[in-house]
């Protein structure tokens, strides 16, 4: 199973990316666990998730957050704003597991 958290300001703003992530998983037979969290538990689950995702909304945030995730080998990135905005689940996967395949 992989297990993708997604990271914005109070976790809400990407529950329907998180959505439409966990369909097209579901839809391709990728056995995922897919959540969102606010910034402030990213460090409770960093351990537990095998790659990371922020909201565009807090790409300030990208270079705190990295220096945690590579302390414990896991890929971390902002997504897309286009791809956020648009709500593209699929797309949004890809980048998560092409991260993963790096």
């Given amino acids: ?21 966990k ?5 391709r037979g990728i056995n995922a666990q897919i959540e969102a969290v606010g910034m402030e538990q990213f460090d409770a689950n ?5 790659c990371f995702l922020l909201g565009p909304q807090i790409k300030y945030k990208l270079n705190d957050f990295k220096e945690k995730a590579d302390a414990v080998n896991k890929p971390i990135s902002v997504i ?5 905005g648009m709500i593209k689940g699929d797309k949004i996967l890809n980048d ?3 991260m993963l395949n790096q």
Avoid at 23 to 27: L, P, V
Avoid at 46 to 50: A, L, P, R
Avoid at 80 to 84: C, H, L, T
């Fill in 80 to 84: 897309n704003q286009m791809d956020y």
């Fill in 1 to 21: 199973m992989v297990k993708i958290l997604l990271c914005c300001c109070a976790g809400m703003s990407t529950g329907m990316v998180v959505s439409k992530m």
């Fill in 96 to 98: 998560a597991l092409a």
């Fill in 46 to 50: 960093v351990s537990e998730y095998d």
């Fill in 23 to 27: 369909k097209s998983a579901s839809e």
